[in-house]
């Protein structure tokens, strides 16, 4: 069964703070992994990832994978009050076609 | 980006009867779409895959005969809460997926429909 853990749960920071947020996995057929940010609704779109050691960015925030150790990592720099949400990682099973989401990161950033 | 509609965004309804939930993409033919459940402060568990004209595929433990998928048309899928029960009340979530879904940015999440049985 894939299985995807993110860690830390949660985390609390000021703005202006960097923060990395982790995410391990175990898939069988690996395709691609997925970062999406989630608010009071449905998760929204950020990065996809399917080649290790390559980059990936948009403004703050940034997002690396590492297929030989099975994680990612998703950075954000100067955090703001608006990046305050539930990060979530989710694996693509090449052979089901099936996204397993971690449980999420609840990142809360104060003023 | 793609466009990926749901509704009805909030329902309450009294148990024992049923609920349906639609989701619709708007300017893409979804080819696949897939239905969640997310209880509070838990991930999104996938329910079910639907693929058009064709019966959906249940993860373990879900009950097809209680949670009803319909994908009759490349732009709408629904789901039907039948004789809901507070156990239910949960956020669904529907995405849809074109191309066969093999890249993430081909996978939109509709709004979520937050169900509440009393």
């Known amino acids: 069964e894939d299985k995807v853990v993110q860690s830390p749960l949660s985390l609390v920071v000021h703005e202006g703070d960097t923060v990395t947020l982790n995410c391990s996995y175990e898939?069988?057929?690996?395709?691609?992994l997925l970062w999406y940010k989630q608010e009071k609704k449905a998760p929204t779109f950020l990065f996809m990832l399917?080649?290790?050691?390559i980059e990936k960015k948009s403004g703050r925030l940034s997002s690396i994978l590492d297929k030989k150790e099975l994680f990612s990592i998703l950075n954000i720099t100067a955090t703001q009050t608006g990046d305050s949400a539930v990060y979530l990682c989710a694996v693509w099973n090449g052979a089901n076609s099936k996204l397993t989401f971690g449980k999420g990161i609840t990142l809360s950033v104060r003023p | 980006g793609a466009v990926v509609s749901q509704h009805p965004s909030r329902v309450i309804c009294k148990s024992g009867t049923s609920v349906k939930i639609e989701c619709r993409s708007l300017?893409?033919?979804?080819?696949?779409m897939f239905w969640y459940r997310q209880f509070p402060k838990q991930s999104l568990m996938l329910m079910a895959t639907?693929?058009?004209?064709?019966?959906?595929t249940y993860e373990q433990g879900v009950e097809k005969d209680k949670f009803l998928i319909n994908h009759a048309s490349l732009t709408l899928s629904t789901l039907t809460v039948t004789s809901a029960h507070p156990e239910d009340s949960s956020f669904y979530i529907c995405?849809?997926?074109w191309g066969g879904g093999a890249a993430g940015n081909t996978i939109y999440f509709g709004e979520g429909s937050w169900l509440t049985v009393v």
């Open positions: 399917t080649s290790s050691g």
């Open positions: 995405s849809a997926s």
């Open positions: 898939v069988t057929n690996f395709r691609s």
């Open positions: 300017d893409f033919q979804a080819t696949t």
């Open positions: 639907s693929n058009e004209g064709s019966k959906a």
